[in-house]
């Protein structure tokens, strides 16, 4: 069975840091690309991240220089470091892993809230 769980989402001042970790099983980690996305309400979903199974990591212009997307393929990790927080960056992240050369196959995390706010 496949599972995708994120965890250390909460709430956090503006200018605080928020470290989100993705933990996969079931799946042959080291053959997925691995994606962050966000949801606002209202909005539609967004990449905001994404780290090759080279571990070459891409940004969104939104995230770029405060976000910092890592895997660890023996721990089958796929953490989010968010620095410096924003009130815009206030949603729903989710966790998604793709499989490299097949990439029908996807799965999705269930979610965890990230709330920015004073």
């Known amino acids: 069975q496949v599972q995708l769980v994120e965890s250390g989402g909460g709430l956090v001042q503006p200018g605080g840091s928020l470290r989100l970790s993705c933990a996969a099983s079931?799946?042959?980690?080291?053959?997925?690309?691995m994606s962050w996305y966000r949801q606002a309400p209202g909005t539609k979903r967004d990449l905001i991240a994404t780290?090759?199974?080279?571990?070459?990591?891409r940004y969104d212009d939104s995230v770029k220089g405060r976000f910092t997307l890592t895997r660890d393929d023996a721990k089958l990790t796929a953490d989010l470091q968010m620095d410096s927080l924003r009130v815009e960056d206030t949603a729903v992240y989710y966790c998604?892993?793709?499989?490299?050369?097949?990439?029908?196959?996807?799965?999705w995390g269930q979610g965890t809230q990230v709330t920015v706010s004073s």
């Open positions: 780290i090759t199974v080279k571990s070459v990591a």
């Open positions: 998604n892993a793709r499989h490299s050369w097949q990439p029908e196959i996807t799965y």
């Open positions: 079931g799946i042959a980690f080291g053959e997925f690309v």
